[in-house]
């Protein structure tokens, strides 16, 4: 795979796909009320509450942290330092949530989807990023 697909599959599009499911489901005003709407544009409140907290919640995140961790290990070319780094920023972000640095919730779901979204990477998608860059 090229370095431009590997870019565009693996860090631009979950970036974007993180913001679209904030962006037209969050339930109250996403990012700061920066956006022209105020309410949800796509309701999925008949989910099951497990898949609707997930789905809204914490999948944003978890795609944030597979393009981070992408981009990251494209860049530094190792794995090990790239998940220390990865988990280190999202576990420093969570906490600082939950002591009322930043705003959020600072919850351990997130902590748990981004621990997913660094297993699934160096399960399946190490080996294509570490391969020669053309």
Do not use: H
């Amino acid at each position: 795979m090229q370095l431009k697909q590997k870019i565009l599959f693996q860090v631009i599009i979950p970036l974007l796909a993180g913001f679209l499911i904030y962006a037209f489901f969050y339930p109250s005003p996403p990012f700061g009320g920066y956006l022209p709407w105020d309410n949800p544009l796509l309701d999925v409140s008949f989910l099951p509450r497990p898949l609707y907290v997930i789905f809204i919640f914490n999948l944003p995140g978890a795609l944030w942290t597979f393009s981070f961790i992408s981009a990251l290990d494209m860049v530094l070319r190792d794995s090990l330092k790239s998940v220390i780094i990865v988990m280190s920023v999202i576990i420093t972000f969570e906490y600082c949530q939950q002591i009322d640095i930043i705003n959020g919730t600072g919850d351990v779901g997130d902590v748990l989807a981004s621990m997913c979204s660094v297993i699934i990477y160096i399960l399946f998608f190490r080996r294509l990023t570490n391969e020669k860059m053309g």
